[in-house]
């Protein structure tokens, strides 16, 4: 049925956000690279004739800086996807709205492919700056692992030097609970769009308007060992 289709399109993309038009059939969805992206208020990336299912991924960056300034930390790291994908453009602007709110630098920015080669390339940049970050961003759990690589190649310690937290999206290979030390993030399971997208789907067959069919979820923050307070005098 409609629920077991929705489920196949979102294990089959890797957790690809699924929208689907008025002007598409029913089963000709747009299919773009998860993270789920933010409301059509707030992103430039959606038409009002699009159906999704999403969170508010600007708001992912500034509930981060929140906690992470709250800690201490004045210069942070972010290390994002690729822009043209909307989650990663949506937090760019959400990081950079959130830094400049607190007077702080937003210059040690890396938008590139969600590998664990970009997260330690990236990471390496930054710490050999005169300035390094205390403490950095990650779009996936899979760019945290190369970050976590090179805070330990450069000598460091995490949290002791430097925090690192992610969004996760609660994908099996990476669990952020399974990093060492664990991995703080916000999170926002992919499986839980399943159902909703299924209903969405559903509604939409029976005739109701593509732009009557957006929902934005709620994501939670999990604090968790990689994150602490910024280090003395840094």
Not at 62 to 85: C, D, F, P, T, V
Not at 98 to 114: H, S, Y
Not at 138 to 146: F, L, M, N, P, S
Not at 218 to 229: A, K, L, N, Y
């Amino acid at each position: 049925g409609v629920l077991e289709t929705a489920r196949i399109m979102l294990r089959s993309h890797g957790g690809g956000q699924v929208m689907l038009s008025d002007s598409q059939h029913a089963f000709l969805p747009m299919l773009h690279h998860w993270t789920p992206q933010s409301c059509p208020e707030q992103s430039p990336h959606h038409t009002l004739a699009e159906m999704f299912v999403e969170i508010d991924n600007a708001q992912v960056s500034s509930r981060s800086i929140e906690m992470l300034a709250n800690l201490g930390h004045q210069r942070i790291g972010l290390i994002n996807g690729k822009l043209h994908h909307a989650y990663a453009s949506d937090r760019l602007r959400g990081f950079q709205k959130a830094m400049a709110k607190r007077g702080l630098n937003a210059d040690q920015i890396r938008n590139d492919a969600v590998v664990e080669s970009h997260g330690y390339i990236g990471a390496l940049e930054m710490l050999a700056e005169p300035a390094p970050p205390t403490a950095f961003i990650c779009a996936t759990t899979v760019i945290a692992a190369g970050v976590l690589k090179a805070v330990t190649d450069r000598g460091l310690n995490v949290p002791t030097d430097v925090s690192v937290m992610a969004h996760d999206d609660a994908l099996p290979l990476t669990r952020a609970i399974n990093f060492s030390p664990a991995l703080t993030v916000t999170r926002a399971p992919l499986r839980d769009a399943c159902e909703p997208l299924a209903n969405l789907l559903l509604e939409h067959l029976n005739g109701t308007p593509a732009n009557k069919l957006q929902q934005e979820h709620e994501f939670e923050m999990i604090v968790r060992g990689s994150t602490g307070p910024a280090p003395k005098g840094k």
